[in-house]
């Protein structure tokens, strides 16, 4: 189980993302509210929008790479959880996982990895750097990372105790151009994760209609992929159609030392119907 936090330490958390926030050149509605009513207060906001100025002129090299590149934005996901540490869940004798759960309108990653670090927090928020350190690259694509959620999504919410933060951004509008909301973390409610899961992103897909076009992304994965990883031992697929029902696909990995083999178990359950077949590989 995921280990409970305290109220500090959650407090921590949020100081930390209000913070960023504020560096990165924030305004509340309260603050736009008290510049409009009092000029003497506009130097302050011009402070702030030099700050604001500062970032996007590095978030704007962001946009131009994320949109000029082919980017499969579920391999940069998975890349980036097989980047990932899992001596907690190896502790309480869990295999490292990786779920995706879709659903009209939104696409659901749960991960059993350690949690996000401070560190790992400043780098999700920079424009140059990846969220976690990446040593050793097999299928993403270097240098996009964890951004390439944006190209299907236009609100993304992490929670990875102890924070709870949101990035908003919407490709094309009038205040996109120049990326700074895909940096820039929002306060998020904190909500309760399943006992197995530390760390879970939430991205509210762009339209109603890519609803085929991610399960189309998920469906293409292929049953070998958990060979080429040194980590993630099992990979989730959940696909919950209005009309169809609810499709589950599980891989799970082992190593057969005897037999010299790597097997993967396929586990399909669709609609209560259950379909498992091993597959093995020298």
């Known amino acids: ?3 409970p936090y305290s109220e500090e330490e959650r407090r ?11 560096d990165h050149g924030g305004l509340s509605a309260e603050d736009r509210e008290k510049f409009r009513k009092n000029p003497s207060e506009r130097s302050h906001l011009r402070q702030i929008q030099s700050l604001k100025q500062s970032v996007s002129a590095v978030t704007k090299r962001l946009v131009e790479d994320l949109y000029s590149k082919d980017t499969r934005f579920v391999y940069e996901l998975i890349q980036n959880a097989e980047d990932n540490s899992y001596e907690r869940a190896a502790s309480q004798g869990h295999s490292p996982s990786l779920k995706f759960s879709l659903y009209p309108g939104k696409l659901v990653i749960d991960t059993n990895e350690d949690g996000f670090s401070e560190d790992d927090i400043k780098a999700i928020c920079s424009a140059s ?5 990446r040593l050793i690259g097999y299928i993403g694509e270097k240098g996009i990372g964890f951004k390439s ?3 299907v999504a236009k609100k993304v919410h992490i929670q990875s105790e102890p924070y709870s933060f949101s990035f908003s951004y919407s490709h094309g509008s009038e205040d996109a151009e120049d990326g700074i909301g895909m940096i820039t973390p929002i306060q998020e409610e904190y909500y309760e994760l399943p006992g197995n899961v530390q760390t879970r992103f939430t991205l509210t897909l762009i339209a109603q209609s890519d609803f085929n076009k991610r399960a189309e992304d998920l469906r293409s994965i292929p049953d070998s992929l958990l060979l080429f990883l040194t980590k ?3 990979l989730k697929l959940k696909i ?3 009309s169809e029902g609810v499709t589950e696909v599980i891989y799970s990995y082992r190593r057969d030392a005897e037999q ?4 993967i178990v396929r586990e399909e359950l669709t609609n209560g119907e259950l379909d498992s077949e091993p597959m093995a590989f020298r």
Do not use: E, N, Y
Request: no cysteine; hydrophobic share 40%.
């Open 1 to 3: 189980m995921a280990r």
């Open 240 to 242: 919950r159609d209005s």
């Open 12 to 22: 921590k958390g949020r100081q930390l993302i209000s913070d960023i926030w504020f």
């Open 149 to 151: 959620v944006f190209k």
């Open 129 to 133: 750097k990846t969220t976690k350190t």
């Open 232 to 234: 993630l031992r099992k």
């Open 260 to 263: 010299g083999l790597d097997i």
